[in-house]
């Protein structure tokens, strides 16, 4: 395995939409398993593809593990099949912006189904900060960063802070 660079916005491969994957190749188990190293490594608790340049649909996702309480997941081809009416704001950061946050309101509790490594399907409800991380790492395989959720004013100002670091 090998701990992978991170892309920094604004590369602009943060903003393409990814392929979906057909088949898991050995080529795919490897990122999967770069991609666990290179977040626990950032460190962090989700990572998607375009994350290191490779625009497929999949990331990894670890909510726990810096509580001790690890249970990495590799979500290939997911997607959303339930959102909550209810909303929840929570602080959001990104490996690949680094040095800010950004306040981001989203369905409080998801439903996601996805592929997982060994081609199995699974479905799972989130809540909380899983639910917070499924969805921003989704973002990230449609082209879309925490700065595009912000009003113009708002993302224009935290562009400023982050390009000023
Ligand atoms: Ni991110």
Same mark, same amino acid.
């Given at each position: 395995?090998?701990?992978?660079?991170i892309?920094?916005?604004?590369?602009?491969?943060?903003? +393409?939409?990814?392929?979906? @994957?057909?088949?898991? /190749?050995?080529? $795919?188990?490897?990122? *999967?398993?770069?991609m666990l190293?290179t977040m626990y490594a950032a460190p962090g608790r989700g990572l998607a593809?375009?994350q290191?340049?490779?625009?497929?649909?999949?990331?990894v996702m670890d909510t726990?593990w810096k509580?001790?309480?690890?249970?990495?997941?590799?979500?290939?081809?997911?997607?959303?099949?339930?959102?909550?009416?209810?909303?929840?704001?929570?602080? +959001?950061g990104c490996l690949s @912006?680094p040095?800010? /946050?950004?306040? $981001?309101?989203?369905? *409080?509790?998801?439903?996601?189904?996805?592929?997982?490594?060994?081609?199995?399907?699974?479905?799972?409800?989130?809540?909380?900060?899983?639910?917070?991380c499924?969805?921003?790492e989704?973002?990230?395989?449609?082209?879309?960063?925490?700065?595009?959720?912000?009003?113009?004013?708002?993302?224009?100002?935290?562009?400023?802070?982050?390009?000023?670091?």
């Amino acid at each position: 395995m090998s701990v992978l660079p991170i892309l920094r916005w604004p590369d602009p491969r943060l903003a +393409e939409i990814c392929s979906p @994957i057909d088949d898991i /190749t050995p080529e $795919i188990e490897t990122l *999967a398993a770069d991609m666990l190293e290179t977040m626990y490594a950032a460190p962090g608790r989700g990572l998607a593809g375009p994350q290191v340049g490779a625009m497929r649909r999949i990331f990894v996702m670890d909510t726990g593990w810096k509580e001790g309480k690890s249970d990495p997941i590799v979500c290939i081809n997911p997607m959303l099949q339930e959102i909550s009416e209810e909303r929840a704001t929570a602080e +959001e950061g990104c490996l690949s @912006i680094p040095g800010v /946050t950004a306040q $981001i309101s989203r369905p *409080a509790q998801v439903q996601m189904v996805w592929t997982g490594l060994n081609g199995g399907r699974y479905v799972q409800g989130f809540a909380g900060f899983a639910a917070v991380c499924v969805q921003h790492e989704l973002d990230h395989l449609d082209g879309v960063v925490t700065f595009d959720h912000l009003t113009t004013a708002d993302r224009s100002d935290l562009i400023a802070k982050y390009q000023a670091q």
